[in-house]
């Protein structure tokens, strides 16, 4: 696939488009919203959402490396984007029509739109290592993230503008039963399917495998079998997919209660919790740009390590800690480490997969960034619930991050390169 900086622009900008998502509907407004106001209450909120959390889990784990495989062979990685784009923004607008008390509706639509952006990214990672140079494909994965938050920051900061705190909210909107509040979601849903289209009509879509258009399901499903069995062959694709199934597994679930925990523990008002998410995607963004530098200079799997430090140091803070000062600064430091964790995973994968197998092994990518995803929620709510106390249940992410470290010490950069390049000479 021919590289120009339009195509990596374009590529960059879907980052832009679906973190408004992530932002307003995962970690930082929806998730509080839900627990506080349309949940019977917080404690209750945080566990119904950690099952919807876990269902989106288990089901991207299921269909990412089927629809992965397929899309190698049949040449329709842009068609599986598009269509999971498309749900993911009627999910977020549908979100708006949730009212207070409306728990099953509003599990309902955000389980929809999250698996659809978890989907999403399956296809949209797996053009990384057709559009970035070799040499660059760190800095193109941190340039992604950092446009990312910037795209998450932009977002949160028209939501805080224009309707959460403002006196009259835009658009003729009222405060009466939080409207100005769930109008949040049809911003999100606005925003991803504008700041979207340049991948859609810029990126080019790779051809497809040589007889794959006549190819049914079932070749697809043999393919993959023989995929899974073959997975040994490269081992440090393996380590590092095993390393991942658990120190993603904390991320998702940092990500997806930190909102609550910041709400839950500290009190954090919907206002405060916009400008935490403000802050926390400044530091982001300067975080994976930085880092995108570091990973193309010192290699991926050391740029994953110090992100982990990172994440292990900001956790046991806010754990221990009963003060907002620090807290701030756990954020922060997870902010900066955050964007570097994710960009670097899968640029590092990038330097690894066979080049007629990247669709596949990104749905493995994203199969072990969700086959033990529901575990994190599940286990942090049953713990909220047992212990009748958030951090108890947000004591569980640390565990994630500490066997994922010692994990990943056994991947081989050097060596999964070398077999990556020597597939590439005998096909």
């Known amino acids: 696939m021919p590289t120009n900086r339009r195509t990596i622009f374009a590529w960059c900008l879907y980052d832009f488009a679906n973190s408004a998502f992530t932002t307003l509907v995962v970690t930082f407004i929806y998730a509080a919203f839900f627990t506080r106001v349309i949940a019977p209450d917080e404690v209750t909120g945080t566990w119904l959402w950690s099952r919807s959390v876990s269902i989106t889990a288990v089901a991207v784990a299921l269909l990412s490396p089927l629809l992965g495989a397929l899309a190698d062979r ?220 570091v990973d193309d200079w010192l290699g991926g799997k050391r740029a994953i390590q110090i992100s982990l430090l990172g994440f292990i140091t900001a956790t046991v803070t806010a754990l221990l800690t009963g003060r907002r000062p620090l807290f701030w600064a756990a954020g922060l430091l997870i902010g900066l480490c955050g964007g570097p964790n994710q960009a670097a995973s899968r640029s590092l994968l990038g330097r690894f997969v066979p080049a007629d197998k990247r669709n596949e092994f990104y749905g493995l990518f994203a199969f072990s960034g969700k086959a033990t995803a529901f575990m994190g929620p599940f286990l942090l709510g049953e713990l909220t619930r047992l212990f009748g106390s958030q951090r108890a249940g947000m004591a569980v992410v640390l565990v994630f991050f500490v066997i994922g470290l010692a994990l990943l010490h056994r991947v081989d950069e050097e060596r999964g390169k070398q077999r990556e390049r020597a597939e590439e000479r005998l096909s």
């Open 74 to 293: 049949s040449g329709y990685r842009k068609r599986f984007l598009g269509f999971f784009t498309a749900v993911a923004v009627v999910g977020a607008a549908f979100l708006y029509t949730a009212m207070p008390g409306q728990v099953v509706k509003a599990l309902f639509w955000f389980t929809v739109g999250n698996i659809a952006f978890e989907m999403g990214g399956v296809f949209y990672n797996a053009f990384l290592p057709d559009i970035a140079p070799p040499d660059r494909i760190g800095r193109v994965s941190g340039y992604g993230w950092a446009l990312g938050y910037v795209g998450g920051l932009t977002a949160l900061a028209l939501a805080l503008v224009g309707f959460v705190d403002a006196e009259v909210p835009w658009f003729g909107l009222g405060k009466e039963a939080y409207q100005n509040i769930r109008a949040t979601n049809l911003l999100v849903a606005g925003w991803f399917a504008v700041f979207s289209l340049p991948l859609f009509l810029w990126v080019r879509e790779k051809p497809a495998q040589p007889g794959a258009s006549r190819a049914p399901l079932s070749d697809t499903l043999r393919g993959l079998v023989t995929t899974f069995r073959q997975i040994r062959r490269y081992p440090d694709i393996f380590r590092l997919l095993l390393a991942r199934l658990f120190y993603a597994d904390g991320l998702n679930t940092v990500f997806a209660f930190g909102g609550i925990y910041a709400a839950g523990v500290f009190g954090f008002t919907f206002e405060e919790l916009l400008v935490f998410g403000l802050v926390l995607n400044v530091a982001a963004g300067l975080g994976a740009l930085a880092m995108g530098f």
